[in-house]
C-alpha cells in the first residue's frame, strides 16, 4: 500500500522548535515532489513547503518563511518539515502528500495530491 506516514509532532511552547518526519511506504521518493500540508480545527487544509525531486522547494504559506524548512533524505525515503520559532497559530495536524504531476506548484488543487498519511498533531501553547 502507498502512503507517506507522519510523525514528529507535539506540544511546544511558543518560540519552540520541531522536526516532523515524512516516511514514504511502498515507494521511494527519488522522483516524487512531496509537500507538507496543516489543517487546524474549523479550518481548510493549506499548504506549507514544496520540495521537488531537485531539492528546489516552493513556500506555499507566507506565514512560515523565515522559520520553516524542508529538506528531503532519500536514502531514509523521508522527508523533514524543521520548524522553527512556533507560535500558537501553527497549532494544526501537519500532512504530507504527493502531487500527481512531479513538481511544486502553489495553482495544483488539494484533489490532484495523493497517498495523505494520518498526520500529526502540533500544538503551540504556553
Known amino acids: 500500500q502507498l502512503q507517506f506516514v507522519e510523525s514528529g509532532g507535539g506540544l511546544v511552547q511558543p518560540g519552540g522548535s520541531l522536526r516532523l518526519s515524512c516516511t514514504a511506504s511502498?515507494?521511494?521518493?527519488?522522483?516524487?515532489?512531496i509537500a507538507w500540508f496543516r489543517q487546524a480545527p474549523g479550518k481548510q487544509r493549506q499548504g506549507v513547503l514544496c520540495i521537488n525531486p531537485d531539492n528546489y522547494n516552493t513556500t506555499f504559506s507566507d506565514s512560515v518563511k523565515g522559520r520553516f524548512t524542508i529538506a528531503k533524505d532519500n536514502a531514509k525515503n523521508t522527508v523533514y518539515l524543521q520548524m522553527n520559532g512556533l507560535k500558537p497559530e501553527d497549532t494544526a495536524v501537519y500532512y504530507c502528500a504527493t502531487p500527481k504531476a512531479p513538481y511544486c506548484s502553489q495553482y495544483i488543487s488539494l484533489t490532484e495530491y495523493r497517498y495523505w498519511g494520518q498526520g500529526t498533531q502540533v500544538t503551540i501553547s504556553s
Open positions: 511502498g515507494f521511494t521518493l527519488d522522483y516524487w515532489a
